[in-house]
C-alpha cells in the first residue's frame, strides 16, 4: 500500500508525501537486510565448528586430513581427547568413554565397545580404537543440526497482527471512499478533486507509525530487560513473549546444575555412610577434573570428611578396560588401598557376587530413579579388599528452579523440561522440581507424529517434559506445540540446541550457551539460572498492553477522521478538512503516539491472546461516539460561529476539535480501566502537553494553507472535548472492553 501510494503520490508532484514514504520504504529495507544478515551468523558459526581435523587410514598409510573430507568406508583413529569428526562405528575390540554433551547436552560420558556408533560432535574421554565412517556432514547427527537450523522458521506473530489491522483500516476507508467518490460523481464533482483526499485517507489509514512503534516499544523494553539480565537479540521476542503460552525447558545446565552430585548412599555390613564416602573420595583425582571424581570430593568436603589427613602415594584414574579408578594413600603408619568403580567389577574383586548378596535388587531400584550407581572397596595394610558400599550419582537441580516454575505457573506459562536422559531419570527430576510425572519419550512422540499429527500435537501439549531427546527431537517438540495454537518458547545452551533455539518465537541461551545457540536464539541471559525468565514475560506483557494501546487509538482515529469528513462531506456538500490539515493531523498524532512506548502499564497475570477483531470492534464503536461530538461541534461553527461562509475557517476550526478530541481519546484507552487508574508516563504526558501547545499556536496564528481562528475557539474546543472524552468516552470504552472481553 506504502508503494502504491508513493508512485500515485509521485504522480500528482506531492513530493513531500513521496520522500516520506520513501524513507519509510527504506529504512523498513535496511533493517530487513541487518536482520537477516545477522540470522544467518548462527549458520556460519556452526559451520566453523565443523572444520575439524582427522587421522585416516589411506593407501595403506595413516595421515592427518579434514573432517569434511572423509567420506564413509574411510577406517579413522580416534583415541582419548578427540573429537569425533564423522558418525563412526567401532570395528574392533575395545572399551571406550564418549562425552555425548554437545549432542545431548548431558554432562555424563557413556560407553562404546565394539559395534557402537561414535557421533559426529561427541568426544573421547578415555581409550582408544579403530572405526569405520557409516555418515558425513549433514547426514550426522551433528551435521543434521545444521540442516535444521537453515529450515527453522518462527512464525513471526507481529506481521499477521499488522497485515489484520491494516486490513480492518483500508476495508473501512475503502468503502467510505467509494461513497464519496460515488455521490461526488452524482452532484458532478471533479473527480481530480476528490482523488487528493481520498488519497490523504488512505495514507492516514495505513498505520505507518506502526512498525517505528513496534520498535521503540521493544527497544525500551530491550534496555529494561539489559538491567535485568536479558540481552534481546531480536526485538520482537520481548513481544512474543507476552503470547508464550509454554516453555520448553533444556534439564542441563538448566533446570539442573549440569553438575554430578551424590544422590544416595547404600553403606555395605561395617561402614556407614561417611566412610563409603571417605573411600570414594579417596579413591578421586581433583586435578583430572573428572565430574565423577568431582562429585566424590564435593560430597567428601560438605560432610567435612577429613581429606587432608591422607597422603596420597599413587592414583590410576579410570580405565574402560578395569573399569574403576585406585589409589593408594597413607595417614600415619596405616597404608589404604581405595577403589570406586563398576558396582559388579568392584564387588567381584572383593569376593562377592551381586545377585547372590542382594545387591542387584538395590542397583534396580536406583536405576528406576535414574541413578549411575557406584562401588566403593578399600583394604589397609594389605589385607583382603572390603566392599564398602554403593554411591547413586545424578545430576541435581539448581534451587531456584521449583521457585522458578512456580512463577511461570503463576503467570499461565506451562514448563515442559527436555533432556537426553532415560525416562526414569526425567520422571524424577520432573518430580522435584514441581512439573508432574507425565513424561514422554521423544520416540513415543515421533512415533504419533508419524500417523495422527493432531494427535501428536495434543501429546505435546499435555505432557511435562520429554525423555531420552536428541536434536532434531527439540526441533519437533517445538514445531508439535506450534501445530497445537501455542506461542512457544524454548531454553538450551548447546550446538544442539540451535534448531529448536531459531525455531521457536521465543529462544532462550542461557548464560554459559555457545556461540552457535546464542546465534539462533531471540534472547540471552546475561546470569545463570532461569529467574530472569519471569522477567522477560512481565516486561513483553507490558510491551504488548503499549502496543494495543496504540492500536486501539489508531482505529479509534482513523474511524473519527475517516467516517467524519465523508459523511460531513455527504451531508454538507463540502470537505470540511483539508488534505494538509490530515497530514499534519497524522505526524502531530503520530509523534504523541510513538511516545507510548514508554508508558507506565501493567502487566496481566496470564498469556495475552491477539483480539484483532475485539480490538477494531471497541475502537470503532468508540470511534461512533466521537464522530457523534464531531458532529456537535460542527453544528456548533455553522449554525452560532457562523462558520458557514468561512469554509477555509471552518476547516482549521476542525481540525482543532479533531485534534484534542484524538489527544483525550489517547488518555482515556491508554487504561484498560477508568483513565485515573494510573498516570501516563511523564514522557508521554509532557509530549501530550507540548503538542496541545504547538496546535493551539498553529491555529491561532496561521500557517499558509491553513487559516488561523481566535484563541476562544481553541479554548472552547479544548473543554468540549475534555468533558466528553473522560466523562462520557470513558464510561462507553469500559462498558465496550468488558463485551469485546479486553479487560487488561
Known amino acids: 500500500m506504502l508503494e502504491f501510494t508513493l508512485a500515485f503520490s509521485l504522480f500528482l508532484k506531492d513530493y513531500f508525501d513521496v520522500a516520506v514514504i520513501a524513507a519509510l520504504l527504506g529504512v523498513n529495507a535496511a533493517v ?144 467510505l471512499i467509494a461513497l464519496v467518490v460515488g455521490v461526488s460523481y452524482t452532484r458532478g464533482t471533479e473527480l481530480l478533486q476528490v482523488i487528493p483526499l481520498a488519497l490523504v485517507l488512505v495514507v ?68 556407614d555412610e561417611s566412610s563409603t564416602l571417605l573411600y570414594g573420595a579417596l579413591a578421586s583425582q581433583e586435578a583430572n577434573q573428572d565430574p565423577i571424581d568431582l562429585a566424590f570430593l564435593a560430597a567428601a568436603r560438605d560432610r567435612r570428611l577429613d581429606l587432608a589427613a591422607y597422603t596420597k602415594e599413587r592414583f590410576i584414574p579410570f580405565d574402560p578396560a578395569t573399569r574403576r579408578t585406585e589409589a593408594v594413600v597413607s595417614s600415619g603408619k596405616k597404608r589404604v588401598r581405595a577403589m570406586k568403580g563398576a558396582v559388579e567389577v568392584v564387588a567381584r574383586l572383593c569376593g562377592r557376587d551381586v545377585k547372590s548378596t542382594g545387591l542387584e535388587g538395590k542397583l534396580t531400584d536406583l536405576a528406576s530413579k535414574g541413578y549411575r550407581a557406584l562401588g566403593v572397596a578399600m583394604s589397609e595394610d594389605g589385607h583382603a579388599m572390603r566392599f564398602c558400599g554403593i554411591v547413586a550419582l545424578y545430576d541435581a537441580p539448581r534451587p531456584d528452579s521449583r521457585d522458578f516454575i512456580g512463577h511461570l505457573k503463576g503467570l499461565g506459562v506451562s514448563v515442559k523440561m527436555l533432556t537426553g536422559d532415560a525416562l526414569p531419570v526425567a520422571r524424577d527430576i520432573s518430580r522435584q522440581v514441581g512439573l508432574g510425572d507425565l513424561v514422554v519419550r521423544a520416540t513415543d512422540l515421533r512415533k504419533v507424529i508419524e500417523v495422527r499429527p493432531k494427535s501428536a500435537a495434543e501429546l505435546a501439549g499435555n505432557s511435562d517434559g520429554f525423555a531420552e531427546v536428541y536434536p532434531e527431537d527439540k526441533y519437533v517438540i517445538v514445531k508439535s506445540l506450534q501445530a497445537g495454537g501455542h506461542v512457544t518458547g524454548m531454553t538450551g545452551d548447546g550446538v544442539n540446541d540451535a534448531p529448536a533455539l531459531k525455531q521457536a518465537e521465543v529462544g532462550i541461551a542461557v548464560s554459559n550457551a555457545t556461540d552457535v545457540a546464542k546465534g539462533a536464539a531471540s534472547a540471552v541471559l546475561t546470569e545463570p539460572g532461569l529467574s530472569n525468565i519471569v522477567s522477560l514475560v512481565q516486561v513483553g506483557r507490558m510491551i504488548y498492553q503499549r502496543i494495543v494501546t496504540w492500536i486501539l487509538n489508531k482505529v479509534v482515529k482513523t474511524f473519527e477522521v475517516a467516517v467524519f469528513v465523508a459523511l460531513a462531506f455527504l451531508i454538507t456538500g463540502y470537505y470540511v478538512v483539508s488534505a494538509l490539515d490530515i497530514l499534519l493531523l497524522l505526524f502531530l498524532v503520530d509523534f504523541v503516539t510513538i511516545s507510548l512506548s514508554t508508558d507506565r502499564v501493567r502487566w496481566s497475570r496470564q498469556p495475552e491472546k491477539w483480539n484483532v477483531s475485539g480490538l477494531v470492534g471497541v475502537s470503532a ?24 461562509g468561512e469554509p477555509a475557517v471552518l476547516q482549521t476550526f476542525v481540525f482543532t476539535a479533531l485534534f484534542y478530541l484524538g489527544m483525550f481519546t489517547l488518555v482515556i484507552v491508554r487504561e484498560r480501566g477508568p483513565f485515573w487508574r494510573s498516570a501516563p508516563s511523564r514522557a508521554l504526558i509532557g509530549t501530550i502537553l507540548v503538542d496541545m501547545v504547538v496546535v493551539a499556536g498553529l491555529v491561532t496564528v496561521g500557517l499558509p494553507g491553513m487559516a488561523p481562528i481566535p484563541p476562544y475557539y481553541v479554548g472552547m474546543v479544548f473543554g468540549y472535548s475534555l468533558a466528553l472524552s473522560l466523562v462520557i468516552n470513558d464510561r462507553a470504552k469500559l462498558f465496550l472492553m468488558r463485551r469485546f472481553g479486553i479487560m487488561g
Open 32 to 175: 530487513g537486510f541487518f536482520q537477516e544478515q545477522k540470522a544467518s551468523g548462527a549458520v556460519q558459526a556452526l559451520k566453523q565448528r565443523l572444520q575439524v581435523s582427522a587421522r585416516v587410514l589411506r593407501n595403506g598409510s595413516w595421515r592427518g586430513v579434514l573432517a569434511r573430507a572423509l567420506v564413509p568406508g574411510d577406517i579413522v583413529r580416534v583415541r582419548a581427547g578427540d573429537f569425533v569428526p564423522a558418525d563412526l562405528k567401532v570395528i574392533e575390540a575395545a572399551e571406550l568413554s564418549v562425552d555425548q554433551s554437545a549432542l545431548t547436552g548431558e554432562s555424563m560420558a557413556v560407553e562404546r565397545k565394539e559395534g557402537g556408533i561414535l557421533y559426529s560432535g561427541s568426544i573421547v574421554r578415555a581409550g582408544e580404537t579403530n572405526a569405520v565412517v557409516v555418515a558425513t556432514g549433514p547426514r550426522t547427527y551433528f551435521g543434521r543440526t545444521t540442516q535444521l537450523l537453515q529450515e527453522a522458521r518462527p512464525k513471526l506473530h507481529m506481521e499477521e497482527i499488522t497485515s489484520r489491522v491494516v486490513r480492518y483500516l483500508l476495508a473501512m476507508v475503502g468503502v
Open 204 to 271: 492516514f489509514a495505513v498505520p505507518v507509525a506502526l512498525p517505528a512503534m513496534f520498535t521503540v516499544s521493544m527497544a525500551f523494553g530491550s534496555l529494561e530487560l539489559a538491567r535485568e539480565g536479558v540481552l534481546v537479540t531480536r526485538l520482537s521476542a520481548s513481544e512474543d513473549a507476552a503470547s508464550m503460552d509454554i516453555l520448553c525447558v533444556d534439564k542441563t545446565g538448566t533446570i539442573t546444575e549440569n553438575r554430578i552430585s551424590v544422590a544416595e548412599v547404600v553403606p555395605a555390613s561395617g561402614f
Open 621 to 644: 464503536l468508540l470511534g461512533v461516539f466521537t464522530v457523534a461530538e464531531l458532529f456537535g461541534l460542527l453544528y456548533l461553527g455553522l449554525n452560532y460561529l457562523g462558520l458557514a
